[in-house]
């Protein structure tokens, strides 16, 4: 992850042949900055080597900074005892939950505005 200061929506040959060269896979696509009086850039992003177990991408569009927040989300799976799995945090991804999880996080980010769903950037599939 991080801020290379190249923008990937622009062509640069050389940068991406390095990237690809060495089996590094960007997973953003989209604009990550943007500045008044600039084009949009992707200059952040995350960058995997496999994306076999990657679940999806994306941006968040929030105006803390110019950059945008980036996330991915990749399958994981932890192979335990039936004993160890019972000492495992159970966590219930209900949607009464996820509002309640997003209404505490914009009570304490009070500058952000939240114009997404949870559901536009989440599957929910086993």
């Known amino acids: 992850t991080g801020d290379f200061n190249i923008d990937l929506l622009s062509s640069n040959s050389h940068f ?7 089996n590094f896979i960007p997973t953003i696509s989209m604009p990550t900055h943007e500045r008044p009086g600039c084009n949009a850039t992707l200059i952040d992003n995350i960058l995997v080597n496999s ?10 569009e929030s105006r803390v900074s110019h950059h945008f927040p980036v996330f991915s989300f990749a399958r994981c799976s932890i192979k335990t005892n039936d004993k160890e799995a019972d000492k495992l945090p159970k966590y219930d991804f ?11 996080v914009q009570s304490k ?8 769903s949870v559901d536009s950037f989440v ?4």
């Open 94 to 104: 209900c949607q009464s939950n996820i509002d309640t999880f997003l209404i505490d």
């Open 51 to 60: 994306t076999d177990d990657l679940c999806g991408s994306g941006v968040l």
């Open 123 to 126: 599957s929910y599939s086993d």
């Open 109 to 116: 980010l009070t500058n952000v505005e939240f114009t997404y």
């Open 16 to 22: 991406e042949q390095i990237l690809y060269g060495n």
